[in-house]
């Protein structure tokens, strides 16, 4: 039960109340919450475009940029590599969003096939993810790995992603990333956006971003040298630099907690809204970690060093 649920009492005034004075209770028959859902996912679609239109100026990804066109300067150097996550032996490296392997997927190991699929991803418990239409001037250059982990009681709340996104122009942590001109994207990217049912301003929402880069430490070196909003807090057992947590308070007492978490050529990033700091962290945490793990898993070339 949601804390919505258990104080249904006490929760202050709804965007559905709010329409429903302002149009002074004349259409009874006014699907709201189709309405306020439909806006949720629009505003995070435009708020994704426009975090990325003023993070970047170049009209295409330039190799060339990604050394340094993300790093503040030169002085913020290189991260150590220490992924955390050993990648597992497989026969098939192609488990993407609804793409079919071809003989270019497949990789043959001498070590055993693992059979088991992802350690954190139960495909039959994974909810279907309705693909945005894809932009054919900006197509990713990869094709991106469903790496979303299920097992998370925090996300499995939410259900099936409210949006789902395969679209390069994306920042690693899109509520953190500040707009600065002449840094890199990432060369592509795939977006999950989840919030609770009904229409509260306050509610649980996640953010699941998965980004492939050329060179990954410039851009999450970028982020924990100031390119973000929010302040950086402790990861709880992690003191390496390709883990980073960061965390603002929002509104009534609610926090925005964002995870990032660099594996080989890739950033996962989760951002979480929840009621408490607490919560928020280690949803963010959870979920960061466990898809880092299933991207070891589904890309053992690109997700290690």
């Given at each position: 039960m949601?804390?919505?649920?258990?104080?249904?009492?006490?929760?202050?005034?709804?965007?559905?109340?709010?329409?429903?004075?302002?149009?002074?209770?004349?259409?009874?028959?006014?699907?709201?919450?189709?309405?306020?859902?439909?806006?949720?996912?629009?505003?995070?679609?435009?708020?994704?475009?426009?975090?990325?239109?003023?993070?970047?100026?170049?009209?295409?990804?330039?190799?060339?940029?990604?050394?340094?066109?993300?790093?503040?300067?030169?002085?913020?150097?290189?991260?150590?590599?220490?992924?955390?996550?050993?990648?597992q032996?497989?026969?098939?490296?192609?488990?993407?969003?609804?793409?079919?392997?071809?003989t270019?997927?497949?990789?043959?190991?001498?070590?055993?096939?693992?059979?088991?699929?992802?350690?954190?991803?139960?495909?039959?418990?994974?909810?279907?993810?309705?693909?945005?239409?894809?932009?054919?001037?900006?197509?990713?250059?990869?094709?991106?790995?469903?790496?979303?982990?299920?097992?998370?009681?925090?996300?499995?709340?939410?259900?099936?992603?409210?949006?789902?996104?395969?679209?390069?122009?994306?920042?690693?942590?899109?509520?953190?990333?500040?707009?600065?001109?002449?840094?890199?994207?990432?060369?592509?990217?795939?977006?999950?956006?989840f919030?609770?049912?009904?229409?509260?301003?306050?509610?649980?929402?996640?953010?699941?971003?998965l980004?492939?880069?050329d060179?990954?430490?410039?851009?999450?070196a970028?982020?924990?040298?100031?390119?973000?909003s929010?302040?950086?807090?402790?990861?709880?057992?992690?003191?390496?630099?390709?883990?980073?947590?960061?965390?603002?308070?929002?509104?009534?007492?609610?926090?925005?907690?964002?995870?990032?978490?660099?594996?080989?050529?890739?950033?996962?990033?989760?951002?979480?809204?929840?009621?408490?700091?607490?919560?928020?962290?280690?949803?963010?945490?959870?979920?960061?970690?466990?898809?880092?793990?299933?991207?070891?898993?589904?890309?053992?070339?690109?997700?290690?060093?």
């Open positions: 949601s804390w919505h649920d258990e104080h249904e009492g006490s929760r202050g005034p709804t965007i559905d109340d709010d329409l429903r004075a302002a149009l002074d209770g004349s259409s009874t028959d006014f699907d709201y919450d189709a309405l306020i859902a439909g806006t949720k996912v629009r505003a995070a679609r435009l708020r994704r475009r426009q975090t990325v239109a003023r993070a970047v100026t170049a009209a295409v990804l330039a190799p060339t940029l990604a050394g340094a066109g993300w790093l503040l300067s030169s002085t913020l150097g290189q991260p150590d590599a220490s992924t955390e996550y050993a990648a032996p497989t026969d098939d490296v192609s488990a993407t969003t609804g793409a079919a392997p071809t270019d997927d497949v990789t043959t190991t001498t070590a055993p096939a693992r059979v088991d699929g992802p350690p954190h991803q139960d495909p039959e418990e994974l909810p279907d993810a309705v693909l945005e239409p894809v932009n054919p001037d900006w197509p990713n250059r990869w094709e991106m790995p469903d790496v979303r982990p299920t097992g998370v009681a925090f996300l499995d709340a939410l259900g099936a992603p409210q949006s789902f996104a395969l679209y390069p122009r994306t920042v690693p942590l899109m509520h953190f990333t500040t707009g600065e001109d002449g840094r890199p994207e990432p060369h592509s990217a795939a977006s999950y956006y919030f609770a049912s009904g229409n509260e301003v306050y509610q649980d929402t996640v953010e699941i971003t980004t492939a880069w060179d990954s430490a410039a851009p999450i970028a982020l924990r040298g100031g390119a973000l929010g302040t950086v807090v402790e990861w709880p057992g992690r003191t390496d630099d390709d883990h980073l947590l960061v965390e603002e308070r929002f509104g009534q007492g609610w926090t925005f907690a964002g995870a990032a978490v660099r594996q080989g050529d890739y950033i996962v990033g989760v951002t979480v809204l929840a009621e408490t700091a607490e919560e928020a962290r280690a949803a963010a945490t959870e979920i960061a970690e466990k898809s880092a793990a299933n991207l070891a898993y589904l890309d053992p070339e690109n997700a290690t060093d």
